[in-house]
Nanobody
C-alpha cells in the first residue's frame, strides 16, 4: 500500500506562489493517475487537478491558468505549482491516487495547509 506525504504549504500573500510536493513511498506510483484536491474552512472537498500516468492533465475551472500539476516518476513524487494565489485558495490540500478520472480519489495523504492572506 502506498503512503503519500504532502509538503510545501504555508502562509503567502495574495498574488504569491507556492509549490506543493507529494512524496510516495511503499510502492511505485508511475502507473497511477494522481491528483490534488482541497478542503477550505467550512467548505466541501473540491477537486483541484489531476495527471494520468501518460501525463494527460485536468484542472478545475477555479485554478486553470494559475496552477500546474506535474510528476517526477524517478522521485516517485507529484507536484502542484500554484501561482497568482487568491485568498479563496486557502485550504488543506491533499494529494491522492485517482481511481475515477479525474476527481474520484481512492487514497490520500494527511494534507498540507495553504493560507493566502489578502
Amino acid at each position: 500500500q502506498v503512503q503519500l506525504v504532502e509538503s510545501g504549504g504555508g502562509l503567502v500573500q495574495a498574488g504569491g506562489s507556492l509549490r506543493l510536493s507529494c512524496a510516495a513511498s511503499g510502492r511505485d506510483i508511475k502507473f497511477d493517475d494522481m491528483g490534488w484536491f482541497r478542503q477550505g474552512p467550512g467548505k466541501e472537498r473540491e477537486f483541484v487537478a489531476a495527471i494520468t500516468r501518460f501525463e494527460t492533465l485536468r484542472y478545475s475551472d477555479s485554478v486553470k491558468g494559475r496552477f500546474t500539476i506535474s510528476r517526477d516518476n524517478a522521485k516517485n513524487t507529484v507536484f502542484l505549482q500554484m501561482n497568482s494565489l487568491k485568498p479563496e485558495d486557502t485550504a488543506l490540500y491533499y494529494c491522492g491516487k485517482v481511481v475515477g478520472w479525474p476527481d474520484k480519489f481512492g487514497s490520500w495523504g494527511q494534507g498540507t495547509q495553504v493560507t493566502v492572506s489578502s
